[in-house]
């Protein structure tokens, strides 16, 4: 069975721009996860979907968002890029809901804004 | 809200002795507890989990006791090799009625030197 895939791996923007990344879950994994990794800050929890729905959210300005099409697949989106948005970000897919069983992550799509 | 500590963050062990991470977490309704290592480049991937009924739990080299009581839990490596180094997040759960979350220890880095 294939894993989590993300696209791109590698992603160069300047200040202000806006950027998508885009996650394919592991087939039959409904709840897929977004998390920025940085440094200092370790593992942030950005958003969960699962069924097309934003079931969870965390501590992020409004400039993150995302969505969850029929087939599972995610896409995140960042506006008006700033400098400390420069991180790894991880997606991660689940059976069911991500609290109650195990994480299955990509190898995430590393964003630097310069 | 709940919070996750890691200790050490960093670790140095000789090939062949045992590693100890310890975590502890502010939360007493989190009932599922995971363990993920990240290796360069890649995202992070389950190694152990154990839920709160279990109080230990052990997959060959690589062991998990949870202390409810205490509200700490801890991994347990034995028998190192070059192939554990790598960063090691502790998480915590919580299963609510209208949405779940996991929260990420800072992490540690394990260093096995030949």
């Known amino acids: 069975k294939a894993g989590v895939t993300q696209t791109p791996r590698y992603l160069i923007k300047t200040r202000g721009q806006q950027v998508t990344l885009s996650c394919s879950p592991i087939s039959g994994h409904r709840s897929v996860s977004w998390y920025q990794q940085t440094p200092g800050q370790g593992l942030q929890f950005l958003f969960e979907y699962f069924s097309e729905t934003q079931r969870n959210k965390g501590n992020f300005p409004g400039r993150f968002s995302g969505r969850q099409f029929s087939n599972s697949r995610s896409e995140m989106n960042v506006s008006t890029l700033e400098l400390g948005d420069s991180a790894l970000y991880l997606c991660a897919s689940s059976l069911v809901r991500g609290g109650s069983s195990p994480l299955h992550f990509g190898n995430g799509t590393r964003l630097t804004v310069t | 809200g709940e919070n996750v500590e890691q200790h050490p963050s960093t670790l140095s062990v000789q090939e062949g002795d045992s590693a100890v991470i310890k975590c502890t977490y502010s939360d007493s309704a989190s009932n599922y507890f995971p363990w993920y290592k990240q290796e360069l480049g890649k995202g992070p991937q389950l190694i152990i989990d154990?839920?709160?009924?279990?109080g230990e739990k052990k997959d060959q080299r690589i062991a998990v006791t949870l202390n409810k009581t205490a509200k700490h839990f801890s991994l347990h490596i034995t028998e190192t090799q070059p192939e554990d180094s790598a960063v090691y997040f502790c998480a915590a759960s919580i299963i609510e009625t209208s949405y779940d979350k996991v929260i990420f220890g800072p992490g540690t880095s394990l260093s096995v030197i030949p």
């Open positions: 154990i839920r709160s009924n279990v």
